[in-house]
């Protein structure tokens, strides 16, 4: 079963505006992860950000983490067309070890030139 | 390094033939994670090994489905026998200590 949930399931919009995609998950993690997916390519991690952070940067990526709300969201600023992709959050389960990663839905984001 | 290399990149196979598909991690990782990726359920964790030891395999689908990790830097999928149902795109993905997997580029597999 999917543990988080993407929002929303899609999302167009013209390049150089900004992209923001939520998740929200079920249970407590211990970390939740970023990833984007190309057509038809394999996943590309994005960035990490711990249960006791609440915000991490990483180049144009901003994410956030709201433990108590179980949720998350990745913002994309000044997108560009090669942001064009499915992006995925995903988490490892507190007592479940740090190795078990389970994916959300995805967004698939558009970005018009 | 080149990263999770997965073969066949693409396979097409008849109902009830057997079907290996194979993965090499990067080197150094510990654990090594088998998905399947389809429109309706999206990607799902089948089986992962932590130090080339089956760890949780609760997302197999059924016995048709095996995999095997005989040393750091090799795994198999195998479905004996295949079945339309089986049709998907299936990665690997290898991590060190779970923080940011490395997938590999995928197996579409079709069966006919």
């Known amino acids: 079963s999917q543990q988080g949930e993407e929002d929303p399931q899609a999302l167009s919009i013209q390049e150089g505006e900004n992209a923001t995609m939520n998740c929200s998950y079920k249970?407590?993690?211990?970390?939740l992860q970023w990833y984007r997916q190309n057509s038809g390519r394999g996943l590309v991690h994005l960035i990490l950000?711990?249960?006791?952070?609440r915000e991490k940067h990483s180049g144009r990526l901003r994410v956030t983490l709201d433990t108590s709300k179980k949720s998350s969201s990745l913002l994309i600023t000044a997108s560009r067309a090669a942001d064009t992709a499915s992006y995925f959050c995903a988490t490892t389960r507190l007592n479940f070890g740090n190795e078990k990663l389970t994916f959300g839905t995805g967004t698939r984001l558009t970005i018009i030139p | 390094d080149a990263g999770v290399i997965q073969s066949p990149r693409h396979e097409v196979t008849e109902m009830g033939q057997e079907v290996t598909l194979r993965c090499k991690p990067i080197s150094g990782h510990n654990s090594l994670f088998w998905y399947r990726q389809t429109m309706m359920r999206g990607l799902e964790l089948l089986i992962y090994f932590n130090n080339n030891v089956p760890i949780d395999d609760s997302g197999m689908p059924e016995d048709r489905f095996s995999a095997k990790m005989p040393n750091a830097s090799f795994s198999t999928l195998k479905i004996q026998p295949s079945e339309p149902r089986d049709s998907a795109v299936y990665f690997c993905a290898s991590s060190l200590k779970g923080l940011g997997y490395t997938f590999g580029s995928g197996t579409r597999l079709t069966v006919v």
């Open positions: 950000i711990r249960s006791n952070e």
């Open positions: 249970t407590s993690i211990n970390n």
